[in-house]
Nanobody, 126 residues
Framework: QVHFVESGGGLVQAGGSLRLSCVAS????????MGWFRQAPGKEREFVAA????????YYADSVEGRFTVSRDNAKNTVYLQMDKLEPADTAVYYC???????????????????WGQGTQVTVSS
């Protein structure tokens, strides 16, 4: 089982940027699809972005397409989520997660991911 630690969350004004990091320990993630999800108060957790192990394929939710960028550095066992043009609707706890199987078309499903981080809070003020 891979253990993750997320960081980089915080309070930012609308239009600002944040960069989230997710560092994996007790396991290598180079072959895993890595995903970012978020959960706003009173809402279900939702898919945000995902990236395949070779970084050739990246996937985004419609709500963040063009504003967020997912990337990874396998040598550092780290995945990033660059968030630009943040909006109050982006306020949530953000989680990274690992999908060891990487079946095509499954990246958006929460159930595809077996290992999760503890989450980092992102708050965007208007």
């Amino acid at each position: 089982q891979v253990h993750f630690v997320e960081s980089g969350g915080g309070l930012v004004q609308a239009g600002g940027s944040l960069r989230l990091s997710c560092v994996a320990s007790r396991g290598a993630i180079y072959a895993h699809v890595m995903g970012w999800f978020r959960q706003a108060p009173g809402k279900e957790r939702e898919f945000v972005a995902a990236i395949r192990g070779n970084s050739y394929s990246k996937y985004y939710a419609d709500s963040v397409e063009g504003r967020f960028t997912v990337s990874r550095d396998n040598a550092k066992n780290t995945v990033y989520l660059q968030m630009d043009k943040l909006e109050p609707a982006d306020t949530a706890v953000y989680y990274c997660a690992a999908d060891p199987n990487g079946y095509l078309g499954s990246h958006w499903r929460e159930g595809s991911y077996s290992d999760w981080g503890q989450g980092t809070q992102v708050t965007v003020s208007s």
